[in-house]
């Protein structure tokens, strides 16, 4: 699998044959002004809630790609009614077989509306399973106690975390999140795209190295193998 990052909460991982596209805000990061939308391949466009940054490229690359939205209920049926048919409602607790894996929508503890205003359920995170890989997406989120919960059940490989602090996680409670998760691998999201959730990478990965924890801090548009 590879996994490329496309700036704050935005990555496409490619299993196989499939391409997965989590929480697209691409045109309107000013990091991430390199990378071009209309290039971009999903088969599957993954939402972890309605916020504008994690959802404002949403329908351009629906419409290029004959992709399918995941996504909660509130949000996918938001998505509907703009005339988006190819969605998937899913919620909390929620797990399901896809070509790509399965992949199981797990709690976050955030907010979640949609651009307009309206009402966007509650956010989500993601266990992905794909063969014998596990990658927990653990969308915008406070540190809470049912991340405990997916290693009961999971063996998780890798968790992308939010670190920017400010309206998520900052890198210390993600590094506790990494413990009950039960994974030394965290994959940075949600910082430095604005000046509120700026961070100092080298503290940062420093204090995950001192907890053994391995912090990987993508440059937008680069890739790795997972
Ligand atoms: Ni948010
Ligand atoms: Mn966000």
Redesign the pocket.
């Known amino acids: 699998m590879e996994l490329t990052y496309l700036g ?2 935005c990555f496409q991982l490619t299993t196989g044959s499939h391409s997965l596209l989590f ?1 697209p ?1 691409i045109s309107g990061n000013p990091q991430a002004q390199a990378i071009d939308i209309h290039e971009l391949k999903a088969d599957y466009i993954l939402l ?2 309605g ?4 959802v404002l490229d949403v329908q351009t690359i629906y419409q290029q790609n004959q992709a399918q939205i995941i996504a909660n209920f509130e949000v996918a049926t938001w998505f509907q009614n703009q005339g988006l048919e190819r969605v998937i409602p899913m919620n909390h607790g929620g797990q399901k077989d896809f070509d790509f894996g399965t992949l199981k929508m797990v709690n976050a503890v ?1 907010s979640s509306s949609m651009p307009d205003g309206s009402y966007g359920g509650n956010p989500i995170g993601f266990v992905l399973q794909t063969g014998d890989y596990c990658l927990y997406y653990a969308g ?1 989120t406070a540190l809470h106690m049912d991340m405990k919960l997916i290693a009961d059940r999971f063996t998780v490989n890798a968790a992308i975390l ?1 670190i920017g602090d400010h ?2 996680m900052g890198i210390e409670d993600a590094l506790v999140a990494a413990e009950f998760v039960k994974t030394n691998k965290i994959i940075g999201m ?1 910082y430095d795209t604005f000046p509120p959730i700026e961070i100092d990478h080298k503290a940062a990965k420093n204090l995950a190295d001192s907890q053994g924890k391995e912090l990987i801090l993508m440059q937008i548009g680069s890739s790795i193998k997972l």
């Not at 916020?51 to 994690?54: C, G, I, T, V």
């Open positions: 704050h909460a929480d805000f972890s809630h916020h504008q940054d994690h955030h915008d939010p309206f998520t949600h």
